[in-house]
């Protein structure tokens, strides 16, 4: 495998250089600086995203120009605030979902109290829920009793359908198996 090196004079070109550093930094989770032959130097660093290593930093140099302390220092303040803008990208893509899904459900509640009928009731789930969007039919049924530990309903009436097959009347009711 090999991994990408920038130059500035020559641009990105895939050489191995960076890997034993990247996986050392990677498999001991902690700054690498390793040699790479006989004129590079590498400095790399693990990027993490809580307690989970994602990805890997890495720096390429002449053998002679050594890293400072301070270019080092750099480098892991450079790689924390990398997994914390990947932290904080991930936060808000939840937000922007959570968001989504609050409008979603408000929404679905404006409409289904504002609805006139069990088939308005059922369009409303059909357009909001994903269990609505992917069936290819839905049923608003009602049993003849309440299920309990020691009784069960005998029948099932369905009240309204989406899409309304034609022929169909409203109420129908059928038996019901044991359900167990």
């Known amino acids: 495998p090999t991994s990408l090196s920038f130059s500035k004079s020559s641009g ?3 050489t191995p250089t960076w890997l034993p550093s990247m ?3 990677l498999s001991e989770k902690t700054l690498a600086l390793e040699a790479n032959g006989s004129s590079t130097q590498s400095l790399s660093l693990p990027i993490q995203l809580q307690d989970e290593v994602i990805g890997v930093i890495g ?11 301070q270019e080092i220092a ?3 303040a450079i790689a924390e605030q990398l997994g ?12 922007q979902s959570a968001l989504a899904e609050t409008d979603a459900l408000y ?3 404006t409409e289904l109290n504002t609805a006139q009928s069990y088939a308005d009731i059922l369009t409303v789930l059909s357009k909001y829920s994903e269990l609505g969007r992917q069936a290819a039919y839905l049923h608003i ?14 029948t099932i009436t369905f009240i309204e ?11 129908i009711q059928f038996p019901i198996p044991d359900m167990r």
């Open 161 to 171: 359908g989406i899409p309304h097959r034609p022929g169909s009347v409203y109420p």
């Open 59 to 69: 720096f390429n140099r002449q053998k002679d120009q050594p890293w400072t302390p």
């Open 12 to 14: 990105i070109s895939p």
């Open 84 to 95: 914390l803008a990947l932290e904080n990208q991930r936060l808000f893509e939840q937000t």
């Open 141 to 154: 049924g009602l049993f003849n009793r309440d299920a309990t530990a020691s009784q069960r309903p005998d």
């Open 23 to 25: 996986d050392k930094a």
């Open 74 to 76: 750099t480098v892991e």
């Open 107 to 109: 929404q679905a509640t």
